[in-house]
């Protein structure tokens, strides 16, 4: 397995050497071999290059017929810029497996729409695979069953324990504080359809664009989000709203949210949600993996999904 890895907003080579050094070992390990962008180890203060140099990074691996596998290194605020500037065609006709989560939603969701691309909602180089054990042997596990699905459906269990603690980033400080997992659920503790979406405040930059998904009855809406408070909760779930994207969609599946500041209301992301939603009646399963919260599940967007809370599993299949 071959996997090129891109920075398309921020410089997290740069900024964080040590753990970038841990998760290319970790992964050489596994026996990948890795092929980094050119702006690995660069910066421009907020992100790893222009526009069009962080443009010109993912098409480089694009066009690297070798390659298997695309992944982001980590998220950042700013991969929307990039878009109208990728090679979506030479991709589409030499289709790869495009990997990572939080701002690459806007690359992942934009390939989902533009090719053929295996495209999984899933774990960064560094942010992921930088993690200390046993987490990162969790996420990478739950990963490989995806990379390696073929024609069988494919179940993950949700990890036993989960956490949001913001330590050990770059060296090992204690381990972390795990919480016991649970899954919740509004209206139906089963829901299966076409999985599909990514990190609810990156939708924001792409939503109403040649980028952004259709949305259908047969679909379940995947959103989540980390680091942020109440009111900008509240607003992006109300743009989802106004967009009329809740009145499209079979259900909603809604990420753990890390790090949430409730801004001393009491209030929670599926608390807001529904507020939102009012008197549109939508099947809800939240406090799903596959979030900032580690361990992470990887979610192979498009895919046809079966999240059942009972069993805490999720079935993939026909991605």
């Known amino acids: 397995m071959k996997i090129g890895f891109f920075s398309s907003s921020t410089p997290i080579t740069a900024i964080s050497p040590k753990r970038f050094l841990r ?3 970790f992964l050489e390990s596994k026996g990948i071999t890795l092929v980094p962008g050119n702006l690995t180890g660069k910066s421009d203060f907020y992100r790893a290059g222009s526009i069009d140099d ?3 990074e993912i098409n480089q691996l694009i066009h690297d017929d070798s390659i298997d596998i695309l992944m982001a290194t980590i ?4 991969t929307n810029a990039l878009l109208p500037k990728i090679d979506f065609a030479y991709l589409n006709d030499h289709p790869k497996t495009i990997v990572g989560y939080s701002d690459s939603t806007a690359f992942l969701l934009a390939a989902k729409v533009k090719t053929n691309c295996r495209v999984l909602y899933g774990p960064a180089l560094v942010a992921s695979f930088g993690e200390f054990a046993p987490i990162v042997d969790q996420t990478f596990a ?3 069953k995806i990379i390696n699905y073929q024609k069988t459906p494919v179940t993950i269990f949700a990890p036993k324990e989960w956490t949001d603690e913001a330590i050990n980033w770059n060296d090992f400080e204690r381990d972390k504080k795990m919480q016991p997992n649970t899954w919740g659920y509004i209206g139906q503790s089963v829901l299966e359809g076409r999985v599909m ?9 792409i939503i109403g664009s040649e980028y952004f998904p259709t949305f259908t009855k047969d679909d379940l809406l995947f959103i989540e989000d980390a680091e942020k408070d109440a009111s ?3 607003k992006n779930f109300a ?3 106004n967009f009329g994207v809740f009145k499209k969609v079979k259900g909603i599946i809604l990420g753990k949210h890390a790090l949430f500041d409730d801004l001393k209301t009491g209030r929670q992301p599926i608390d807001i949600l529904r507020e939102v939603l009012g008197n549109n009646i939508v099947p809800i399963i939240y406090d799903y993996d596959s979030c900032h919260t580690v361990p992470m599940i990887t ?5 046809k999904a079966k999240f059942d809370v009972s069993k805490m599993n999720v079935t993939f299949e026909d991605f």
């Open 142 to 144: 739950d990963f490989e």
């Open 197 to 205: 979406g990514g990190n609810l405040d990156t939708m924001a930059g």
């Open 23 to 25: 998760a290319k070992r």
């Open 54 to 56: 962080r443009a010109n």
């Open 75 to 78: 998220g950042g605020l700013n």
């Open 299 to 303: 979610t192979p967007l498009g895919a």
């Open 239 to 241: 743009m989802l709203n």
């Open 232 to 234: 900008i909760v509240e």
